[in-house]
């Protein structure tokens, strides 16, 4: 399991200045603007260098060892001992660590976003979900007292997160329990998420509000789809906001995981998942690469033309709507262009080269789970 500390993409961003400077661009001051540019060119130019001397420190990532979990729980030979570290560690790194019984988990960085500034102790619905599914494996593999007690604390989180929008039949929340500004889509449809597994793991007393909030946000994610099958990041036509590959992944992924809890639920789903999986796969998909581009709305430029993190969760879904041998052609072009040596990286610039080695939260363990997915598909299409 990839359970060590890891360097990230956002390590240089997260530093003090990093925050000061993404702050001014985000107020679009011309500071800011430079800024930017300058750090973005360290960033891209001199990665390890610049980490060295930002005196930037590997951290264990939830979302990384949540993947690893799940990615284990596919291998019969995960020792218990390799759980119950995992285990330790995502305890060790929520930022609520069970006071109340209160349990989630978020980056365990500083966050500037257009949303404002996030702490590095605030958590994020986009990351409880995956510590969430791998609890119940956990809790699956003969580890229930440990691991179901912290799965029952994220109810607390859930409801602590702001109410955004109510209607009659639809609900949104915030990214994280503080004041925001703007909505984000995606982040709606991981609350969905969240409330469908309690629905059917929580606490009997909660279980009915669980199902009933889940169908709410599910149905506000739905009606958030433009025309053409996607979803925009904010839920508005504020500048700043854009669609892009593996967000628009997340929506569908997590649409299809609360219909495959609430199989009963109503408010078009099913319509939305085919729309959104129709956009992506004919949009954002190049068939000449064979690869998937980073944008179809980009709301501003950096020296990237691949990510890793949009190969991941394309492949998911393809795995999911049981196209293997596309499956297959994917793994077969993105093994060859983003591992070398031993080593993975997280993307790919411009001038063709590899940028980010082991950088594992950016799409590198995502890619690896969905790989293992994929073959045990694989596996059970030939038994």
């Known amino acids: ?47 390890y260098l610049g980490r060295r001397i930002a005196r930037a420190r590997p951290l264990c990532y939830p979302i990384v060892v949540a993947h690893e979990v799940l990615r284990g729980g596919m291998k019969e030979t995960t020792d218990k001992e390799s759980r ?25 960085f500083p966050w500037m976003s257009k949303n404002g500034l996030y702490g590095p102790d605030i958590p994020f619905v986009t990351h409880t979900p995956y510590v969430m599914e791998a609890l119940l494996l956990l809790a699956e593999q003969n580890m229930y007292a440990e691991a179901m007690p912290l799965f029952h604390g994220t109810w607390a989180f859930l409801e602590s997160l702001k109410v955004m929008h109510r209607g009659k039949d639809s609900l949104a929340l915030s990214y994280a329990p503080v004041d925001e500004p703007r909505i984000v889509i995606n982040a709606n449809s991981y609350a969905a998420l ?12 909660v279980r009915g509000e669980a199902t009933m909030k889940a169908e709410k946000l599910a149905c506000w994610v739905v009606r958030q789809q433009r025309q053409d099958g996607s979803w925009f990041y904010y839920a508005d036509s504020d500048p700043g906001n854009f669609i892009d590959c593996f967000h628009s992944c997340f929506v569908v ?29 004919s949009t954002l998909f190049d068939t000449r690469l064979g690869l998937c581009r980073r944008f179809g709305v980009r709301a501003q430029r950096d020296p990237f033309r691949l990510d890793l993190y949009d190969q991941a ?8 709507f049981g196209e293997l041998e596309w499956a297959r052609a994917l793994v077969r072009q993105v093994d060859a262009r983003f591992r070398k040596g031993g080593h993975w990286y997280c993307r790919i610039d411009l001038l063709g080269h590899r940028w980010g080695k082991d950088f594992l939260r950016w799409g590198i363990v995502p890619y690896l789970y969905h790989r293992a997915r994929l073959e045990r598909a694989s596996e059970r299409t030939t038994a």
Not at 12 to 41: M, N
Not at 86 to 101: C, D, P
Not at 196 to 205: K, P, V
């Open 253 to 281: 992924k997590n649409l299809l995981k609360v219909k495959r809890l609430l199989p009963d639920l109503t408010g078009g789903i099913d319509a939305a998942v085919a729309r959104g999986w129709n956009y992506i796969a």
């Open 313 to 320: 969760e394309f492949l998911g879904l393809l795995v999911d």
């Open 194 to 205: 969240s409330y469908a597994l309690h629905s059917i793991h929580g606490d009997e007393n």
């Open 1 to 47: 399991m990839f359970l060590a500390p890891c360097h990230d993409p956002y390590d240089l961003w997260a530093s003090p200045p990093g925050v000061a400077i993404r702050e001014r661009f985000y107020a679009r001051r011309l500071s800011g603007r430079i800024g930017a540019v300058t750090l973005g060119l360290a960033d891209w130019l001199l990665p």
């Open 84 to 108: 119950k570290d995992a285990l330790r560690i995502l305890r060790s790194i929520a930022a609520e660590k069970g006071a109340h019984g209160r349990w989630s988990w978020g980056l365990g």
